[in-house]
Every structure is written in structure tokens, then in C-alpha cells.
């Protein structure tokens, strides 16, 4: 009787944000902020649930089939093609400044908690480096921001998510201690396999669904639907026949995407119609979740530490690196600030923790919680809160307004 009546209280918010959400969308209360708070608001009774194995594998399913359509839907919109006059800003950011933001991040952890060891280090930093543009939404939508700037936000945002997966994977590895049980060298070889598996089943799906999707459009026999699901289930096999053949289905279903949206010559609107419908069924799930479970734990272990480590992600180890990778680019400074500014958690940082925390058994679990719900909370505060202003300002400095 419980789950039955927490079950519809989770339905009925969904319904009522979604009946206000043009009007909830124009004030500050955003629905990550909505939903973390409706999320904190149940993590009493959902954790107090006797079906507590359904719970867990229920929020394990989530999460993998978010972070699969996440991944693949965000690859698949950053098209090559298209990037021919402004590659170059987001090139820098991506190779350049998210591997120093993982250095930098990873020698601060291992700095101000030297206890945690350089695994853990870096494996929080490789939690908090993927940036989720769908928290600055009114930043990449905005009239006002520049188009080099906005594109930059959002093809960083779609791209850094899967690629910094490697380093999330050697981190959890590392961590939880298994390269050392099972010997160090073999585990390497193993972990190079598994994503060049992934690799390479990524690119053989994308691309024959890619043709077969063109094959028959051609000829008329789908429609926008129909592409839709053809969509969602090219994600999936991605994933689940990687996971077969002993690839990570994750960078399966990143690189699938990639693959496929650069191989489709035609319009791929039917993605983006079908995730504005269930992908934000899917965000408010995800941000439901961060409330639910992750949020108690990580302020129930809040410190000095882990507050300044939070900070410090937000400003120094972001926008440092970002900076740095610009240099050179002839943007004037504002714009290189802008740029290191919007980088918001959310999504990405929420799901692989979650995924990470039930794959790998590791050490001081609660701390790197704390990190993760502190910056990701901070972020959907202060970002969202300072995305319109802020992208009017750069507008009226760039000659927009």
C-alpha cells in the first residue's frame, strides 16, 4: 500500500510539472531543482520500503536506461558537418581542457583529503568533469548568446559525458581495488579490450542503422514514429550486444550515436521530438533519484572538505582549464569565463555515480557522495539561478541586444 501511494505521488508530480512547465520554465524554481528537492522530500519512505531489492534494482534500471539515451541522443546531435566554421572552440575544450580539469580536479581531492588515496581522487574528479548543458538550457537557447559561444556550451556538454568514461571506469577500478586482485597487467588489457569493443560494435550499429533508417525513408515506408523507435531501440542493441561480445555498453551507445548522427544524411528531428518527451521523463527521474538517494547520504557527511572540494569544482578546477584551453583562440576574456563558467553538473555526474557505487566496492563512499550531491546541488542552483542573466550580459557585451 505504500509503494502503490508513493508510486502515485511520483505520477501526479510529473503531471502537475508538466502542466505548468512553460510557466514554471520563466521563474527560478527549474526542475532540477524541483525534483531534487521532491526526491529529498521521499528518501524517508522510499528507503524505509520493505521491497527494498525492487527499490535497488529499480533505480539501477533507471539509470542505465537514462544514461544509455543520454549518451547516444547526445552524440548523435553533434554533427561534424556542422562544425566546419567552429570546431575549434569545442576541440580545445574537449582534448585540451577536460583532460587538465581531471588532473587538476584529481591532485585538489588528493590535496585537501590525502586519506582517500589517488584513486578516489581521481575518480571524483572524473565524476564531476561531464558537463550537462540542459541545466544552462536558457544559455544555449538564448537569442542574446553568441552563436559560436552557445554551440561550444552544447557540443562540449554532448561530448564530454562519454568521453570521459575511460577515465571515470579506471578510477572506479582503481579504487575499489580489483586491478590489484586480479593482477594489474591483465586487467589493463582487459579494461583497452572492453572499450575497443565498445568502440567498434559502436560504429558498425550506428552506421548500418544509419543506412537502413536512409534505405527506407527513401523509399517511404516509415514515418517520424516509426524513426523514433528505431531510435531508441538502436541505443539499446548498441549497449546490450557490446555487453554480449564483452565490450562496455556505454561507450557502445556513445559512440553509436556519434556514429549514427554523422552518417544519416537526413534530418534526425524524430530524435530530438522523441527526447523532449521521454527525456524529460527520464531528467525528472534522474534528479528525483539524486534527491532520494543520493542527497541524504552525501549532507549527512558534509565537511569543510568536501564543501571547499565542491566550490573548487564549480570555479577554480573548472573554469581554470578552460580557460587555459582557450588560449590563443582569440576570444577576448569575458568570453573564456562565459565558457568555463557553464559547465553545470547534473545528469552525467548523478548517473555514473550511481552505476559506479553499485559496480565497485569502494572506499570512503560516503565522502565522495558528499562531493558529487553538494556540487551537483550547488550547480543547479547557482547555474540555473545565473544562466539568463548572465547570457542577456554577454549579449549586450557582444553587440547582441
Known amino acids: ?6 508510486t502515485i505521488a511520483i505520477l501526479v508530480a510529473f503531471i502537475l510539472y508538466s502542466a505548468f512547465s512553460k510557466r514554471i520554465g520563466h521563474g527560478f524554481l527549474t526542475l532540477p531543482i524541483l525534483f ?14 520493505p521491497e527494498q531489492v525492487l527499490v535497488y534494482e529499480g533505480r539501477r534500471l533507471l539509470a542505465e536506461i537514462t544514461l544509455v539515451l543520454v549518451l547516444f541522443s547526445d552524440a548523435s546531435h553533434v554533427r561534424f ?3 566546419r566554421q567552429s570546431w575549434k572552440i569545442p576541440a580545445r575544450m574537449l582534448v585540451i581542457g577536460m583532460p587538465l580539469t581531471i588532473l587538476l580536479g584529481t591532485l585538489a581531492v588528493a590535496w585537501l583529503n590525502p586519506t582517500a588515496g589517488i584513486a578516489m581522487a581521481l575518480l571524483t574528479a572524473s565524476l564531476l568533469t561531464p558537463t550537462d548543458a540542459a541545466l544552462g538550457q536558457s544559455v544555449v537557447s538564448s537569442p542574446f548568446v553568441p552563436k559560436h559561444l552557445s554551440q561550444s556550451v552544447n557540443v562540449e556538454s554532448g561530448l564530454n559525458d562519454g568521453l570521459v568514461l575511460p577515465f571515470v571506469l579506471m578510477g572506479a577500478v582503481l579504487a575499489s581495488g580489483t ?3 586480479s593482477g594489474g597487467r591483465g586487467l589493463f588489457m582487459s579494461a583497452v579490450i572492453e572499450v575497443g569493443l565498445g568502440v567498434g560494435v559502436g ?3 550506428g552506421w548500418s542503422v544509419a543506412r537502413l533508417l536512409e534505405w527506407v525513408q527513401k523509399r517511404d515506408m516509415t514515418d517520424d514514429p516509426g524513426a523514433a523507435v528505431i531510435f531508441l531501440c538502436t541505443a539499446f542493441v548498441a549497449y546490450y550486444f557490446s555487453h554480449a561480445v564483452g565490450g562496455n555498453g556505454f561507450i557502445a551507445a556513445f559512440i553509436s550515436g556519434m556514429t549514427f548522427g554523422n552518417s544519416f544524411r537526413n534530418d534526425i528531428r524524430f530524435i530530438s521530438e522523441f527526447m523532449e518527451g521521454a527525456g524529460q521523463l527520464l531528467t525528472m527521474s534522474a534528479f528525483l533519484l539524486l534527491g532520494a538517494f543520493l542527497m541524504p547520504v552525501g549532507l549527512s557527511h558534509v565537511s569543510f572538505t568536501t564543501v571547499l572540494i565542491a566550490v573548487l569544482f564549480m570555479t577554480v578546477i573548472r ?6 584551453s582557450l588560449w590563443g583562440s582569440g576570444l577576448p576574456p569575458r568570453e573564456k569565463l562565459f565558457l568555463g563558467w557553464f559547465g553545470p553538473r547534473g545528469l552525467a555526474s548523478i548517473l555514473f555515480t550511481l552505476l559506479m557505487l553499485d559496480d565497485f566496492d569502494l572506499p570512503n563512499q560516503d565522502e565522495l557522495l558528499a562531493c558529487v550531491s553538494l556540487t551537483v546541488g550547488f550547480s543547479i542552483v547557482l547555474h540555473g539561478v545565473s544562466a539568463s542573466p548572465y547570457a542577456r550580459w554577454i549579449g549586450h557585451r557582444s553587440g547582441k541586444t
Do not use: C, H, K, Q
Open 203 to 205: 560504429i558498425a550499429i
Open 81 to 83: 558537418s556542422n562544425l
Open 179 to 181: 586491478m590489484l586482485e
Open 36 to 49: 531534487t528537492l521532491f526526491g529529498f522530500f521521499l528518501s524517508r519512505p522510499l528507503n524505509d520500503l
Open 1 to 6: 500500500m505504500v509503494t502503490t501511494g508513493l
Open 319 to 324: 573554469m581554470l582549464p578552460i580557460y587555459l
